[in-house]
Nanobody
């Protein structure tokens, strides 16, 4: 079965950091571009970051650029999202998704992990 599982979410104070992980089971990620998405309370889902299958290319939303970093370790079948300088507006459910194409046409989605940034 093809499955993505996110982990690493939790409650963090403003200015803090979290690292999210996206682990694939049932398939290997080395041929897939991986995107990170989030859905904040009362807002539409938005793309946060994505990374090419090789890890050589990345894209970021303007709202997280210079604060978030997406990376991958294909040997571990895992993609990471390092989130620094977190703000309350970063609160939401974060999802990872896999695509055979670069940062588009995602076929597989995880269930999400909750990130809450609050004092």
């Amino acid at each position: 079965q093809l499955q993505l599982v996110e982990s690493g979410g939790g409650l963090v104070q403003p200015g803090g950091s979290l690292r999210l992980s996206c682990v694939a089971s049932g398939f290997t990620l080395d041929s897939y571009s991986i995107g990170w998405f989030r859905r904040a309370p009362g807002k539409e889902p938005e793309g946060v970051a994505c990374i090419s299958s090789s890890g050589e290319r990345t894209n970021y939303a303007d709202s997280v650029k210079d604060r978030f970093t997406v990376s991958r370790d294909n040997a571990k079948n895992t993609v990471y999202l390092q989130m620094n300088s977190l703000e309350p507006e970063d609160t939401g459910v974060y999802y990872c998704a896999a695509s055979y194409y670069f940062c588009s046409a995602y076929d597989y989605w995880g269930q999400g992990t909750q990130v809450t940034v609050s004092s």
